[in-house]
């Protein structure tokens, strides 16, 4: 369970509006280092850490890691975005398809989420 105190609602919505804006293309400070998706923005406990002070256990994204994933350098890049197990990791190839599927993947969670908090008000 993550130990993060931020809100997971507000933090999908934050890296969602990130993404649509660009937010993983080359950055103009660092032109030839690409940019990680999820670590590379302040969902990340570890956002802008030079090295990683927290444990990925600490995050809330985490949640959404297989079991057997949740033990990888970077666990929230095995988060499967869609039915057919497309991963972060799996479509760092293809970045116009990754940001796609990591947008398309965001707002079904904020929708889950929304929903939920929806239902627990009743």
């Known amino acids: 369970m993550a130990k993060d105190e931020r809100d997971i609602l ?12 660009g937010g993983y ?5 660092t032109p ?5 998706p999820f670590r590379d923005s302040l969902s990340c406990v570890n956002y802008a850490l030079p090295e990683k002070a927290h444990p990925c256990s600490d995050c809330h994204l985490i949640d959404f890691v297989p079991d057997d994933k949740r033990s990888e350098e970077l666990p929230c890049h095995a988060i499967p975005l869609n039915a057919a197990g497309d ?3 799996s479509l760092e190839n293809n970045q116009a ?8 993947w965001m707002r ?3 929708k889950e989420l929304e929903t939920a908090r929806s239902a627990e008000k009743l």
């Not at 934050?14 to 649509?20: A, M, N, Q, V, Y």
């Not at 293309?25 to 400070?29: D, L, Q």
């Not at 398809?97 to 398309?104: C, G, R």
Request: no cysteine; aromatic share 6%.
């Open 25 to 29: 293309g080359r950055s103009v400070r």
């Open 97 to 104: 398809k990754l940001e796609e599927s990591l947008k398309e």
């Open 108 to 110: 079904a969670k904020i």
């Open 87 to 89: 991963t972060v990791e």
């Open 32 to 36: 030839w280092k690409a940019t990680s």
């Open 10 to 21: 507000e933090l999908l919505k934050s890296e969602l509006d990130f993404i649509e804006k």
